[in-house]
């Protein structure tokens, strides 16, 4: 039977994960080297308020925070509201707006896995042809984007778009250690790596100077190029606010945004 960690051994696991050590945290969090010592080895049981002010500073994120508070002997601190709940009404409405608002470019709004939660009418000109059992609820951004038979065979650059996918996912399980988001990790690191490469010489995209990695993909015989951006929420008190994430895809150059704002 395995045991449950301790707050201190818990702790003491995010502080070595952000590289900080005994003295930096207490100096940060207005406490004691020998404090922090006393609360990592068990000798001394931390307030509830002087667990969330080390989660704060060890940037642990919030469902971890409430861990913290349970394996201290406190109830937890954050809420965990369904998306469909009506006191979060005027967020999916605000959330609606913003994609909406985006079109004709492409948006879309997911959760800690990559659930797609929300997306616009540009997401669903880049998913023209894929097939119905990859687009059966919940979408899956990660699937969708590296399955064989997904968007993986237009995209262009699939080794290079992949590998940053991939990177950004490690860093997430780093952060979260997220049992949903390895399973996820290890499905889609699994995937053959298919798609047509870029040709040396192909034309515009090779001219364009690119400010961020692209992403380049095929879309009824034109290529469009775009850079992403990724947005969540400020001081979230709310499992299920903070794990979202709002991803736009912004057109890396004039001949796609050309292509989007065409009738």
């Given at each position: 039977?395995?045991?449950t960690?301790?707050v201190?051994?818990?702790?003491?696991?995010?502080?070595?994960?952000r590289?900080?050590?005994?003295l930096?945290?207490?100096?940060?969090?207005?406490?004691?080297?020998?404090?922090?010592?006393?609360v990592?080895?068990g000798?001394?049981?931390p307030?509830k308020e002087m667990?969330?002010?080390?989660?704060?500073h060890?940037d642990?994120?919030v469902?971890?925070?409430?861990?913290?508070?349970l394996?201290?002997g406190?109830?937890?601190h954050y809420?965990?509201t369904?998306l469909d709940?009506?006191s979060?009404g005027?967020?999916?409405e605000?959330?609606?707006?913003l994609?909406?608002g985006y079109e004709?470019?492409?948006a879309?709004?997911v959760?800690a896995?990559?659930d797609?939660?929300?997306?616009n009418?540009?997401i669903a000109?880049?998913?023209?042809g894929v097939?119905?059992h990859?687009?059966?609820p919940p979408?899956?951004?990660?699937?969708?984007?590296?399955?064989p038979?997904?968007?993986a065979?237009?995209?262009?650059?699939?080794g290079?778009?992949?590998?940053?996918?991939l990177?950004q996912?490690e860093?997430?399980?780093?952060?979260?250690?997220?049992?949903?988001l390895r399973?996820?990790?290890?499905?889609?690191s699994?995937?053959p790596?298919t798609?047509?490469?870029?040709?040396?010489?192909a034309?515009?995209e090779?001219?364009v100077?690119?400010?961020?990695?692209?992403?380049?993909?095929?879309?009824?015989?034109?290529?469009?190029?775009?850079?992403?951006?990724i947005?969540?929420?400020?001081?979230?008190?709310?499992?299920?606010?903070?794990e979202?994430?709002?991803e736009?895809?912004?057109?890396?150059d004039?001949?796609?945004a050309?292509?989007?704002?065409?009738?």
């Amino acid at each position: 039977m395995t045991s449950t960690p301790s707050v201190g051994a818990l702790l003491r696991t995010w502080r070595e994960r952000r590289g900080i050590s005994q003295l930096e945290l207490a100096g940060r969090a207005d406490s004691s080297s020998r404090h922090i010592s006393f609360v990592e080895t068990g000798r001394s049981r931390p307030s509830k308020e002087m667990v969330l002010r080390l989660a704060d500073h060890l940037d642990v994120p919030v469902r971890e925070r409430n861990t913290l508070l349970l394996a201290a002997g406190y109830a937890p601190h954050y809420t965990q509201t369904p998306l469909d709940d009506p006191s979060l009404g005027v967020l999916r409405e605000g959330l609606e707006r913003l994609l909406t608002g985006y079109e004709p470019y492409p948006a879309l709004v997911v959760d800690a896995t990559y659930d797609v939660v929300a997306a616009n009418r540009g997401i669903a000109m880049l998913l023209d042809g894929v097939p119905e059992h990859l687009l059966v609820p919940p979408l899956n951004a990660m699937r969708i984007t590296l399955h064989p038979q997904g968007l993986a065979p237009r995209i262009r650059n699939l080794g290079e778009w992949r590998g940053h996918l991939l990177a950004q996912m490690e860093r997430q399980i780093a952060l979260s250690r997220s049992a949903p988001l390895r399973a996820l990790y290890e499905e889609v690191s699994g995937y053959p790596v298919t798609g047509r490469p870029r040709e040396a010489g192909a034309g515009a995209e090779e001219a364009v100077p690119y400010i961020a990695l692209p992403l380049l993909i095929e879309h009824d015989g034109h290529l469009l190029s775009f850079v992403s951006s990724i947005a969540t929420f400020n001081t979230p008190t709310d499992v299920t606010v903070a794990e979202l994430a709002v991803e736009t895809l912004l057109p890396a150059d004039a001949a796609t945004a050309k292509y989007l704002r065409s009738p």
